[in-house]
């Protein structure tokens, strides 16, 4: 990147990292160096970067809960957004947020001010730009169904979206080329609120079915067709195999956990097993839930 622009990203309130190991920054725990890294704290330094970026690759990292990176790492740069692009306000039954914010501390404010609509996205970690981005939820509920709007840049312009401009499907959104910068939820205000025993049972369930002790990027594989991929990897017998560092947990079959030292490649040697597998024995090809970055 030019030095003149650096310095007035630096200037302008960002963190620059050279070679920042991208294992620090995603659940994985998985992922070399990338070229920079940039903390973004306000829209003033967004537009900036976008104007100036040229032709340099850059990817928008939220939480780094559904990523693999590269052992290699990233050549380009790494922009994460912080600072102002996190904050959280309530209005009356909306909740606006920036897209760095934890999409848990939204969860958080609505439940504080008896707001409901939400709970199911309890446990479900990561920022507010990564799940609307991926469409996030469970089974049968997607956050697209408490968005209001959404704010975008694309390219360098800024764009207000509404939600039916949006076309949200399972995992996935028409957001693809965009930097989400706010969005506005739309809840609903409760008098008599069981949000919180919703929310535990939730997390008490995932202690459960998960294996949350291990580094981990949440499901490998979109279920498909009606199908749950965790319980057909079970009928395969892959659960517990192990590539290097990496295993298919014994826990639940559609995870993947890093159980020391496990590489990308360790991973992806799991993941090309886990759909040669599916194939042979139920003709079923699996699509990636998690984002493979190169
Ligand atoms: C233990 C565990 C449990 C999980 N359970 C669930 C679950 O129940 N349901 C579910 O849907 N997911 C689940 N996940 C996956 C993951 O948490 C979600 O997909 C989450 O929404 C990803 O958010 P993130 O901020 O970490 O995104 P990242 O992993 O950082 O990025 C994911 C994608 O979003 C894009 N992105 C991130 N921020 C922005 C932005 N501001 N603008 C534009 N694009 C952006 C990235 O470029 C990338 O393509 C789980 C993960 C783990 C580790």
């Not at 963190?15 to 973004?40: M, Q, R, T, W």
């Not at 446990?123 to 981005?133: F, H, K, L, R, T």
């Not at 965790?230 to 079959?253: C, P």
């Not at 090309?272 to 699996?286: R, T």
Request: proline fraction near 2%; include cysteine; aromatic fraction near 8%.
């Amino acid at each position: 990147m030019d030095k003149n622009i650096l310095s007035k990203l630096a200037s302008l309130g960002c963190n620059i990292f050279k070679e920042e190991v991208l294992s620090k920054h995603c659940s994985f725990k998985i992922g070399g160096p990338a070229d920079y890294f940039i903390d973004i704290p306000n829209e003033e330094a967004l537009s900036l970067f976008l104007k100036t970026v040229g032709n340099d690759s850059f990817y928008v990292l939220g939480g780094g809960t559904n990523v693999l990176f590269s052992d290699d790492g990233y050549r380009g740069i790494i922009i994460s957004l912080t600072g102002k692009l996190k904050e959280i306000v309530v209005n009356g039954e909306e909740i606006f947020c920036g897209g760095g914010a934890l999409l848990s501390n939204v969860l958080n404010t609505a439940l504080k001010n008896n707001l409901i609509g939400l709970e199911f996205v309890s446990g479900i970690p990561g920022s507010v730009g990564g799940a609307v981005y991926g469409n996030a939820g469970l089974r049968d509920k997607w956050i697209d169904s408490v968005i209001k709007e959404v704010v975008v840049y694309t390219s360098s312009k800024k764009v207000w979206l509404k939600r039916k401009q949006i076309v949200f499907s399972y995992r996935e959104s028409s957001l693809e080329n965009s930097v989400i910068l706010d969005v506005c939820f739309s809840l609903k205000k409760t008098a008599e609120n069981d949000s919180l025993a919703t929310v535990l049972e939730s997390v008490q369930r995932r202690l459960k079915t998960q294996p949350l002790s291990f580094p981990n990027a949440g499901s490998i594989f979109k279920n498909t067709k009606g199908f749950s991929v965790g319980k057909l990897i079970e009928e395969t017998g892959l659960k517990g195999v192990r590539v290097g560092g990496a295993q298919i947990s014994e826990i639940h079959g559609n995870f993947i956990v890093n159980i020391g030292r496990a590489s990308s490649k360790d991973v992806l040697s799991l993941i090309s097993l886990m759909e040669e597998k599916i194939y042979k024995q139920f003709s079923i090809k699996l699509e990636t839930e998690i984002k493979i970055i190169k």
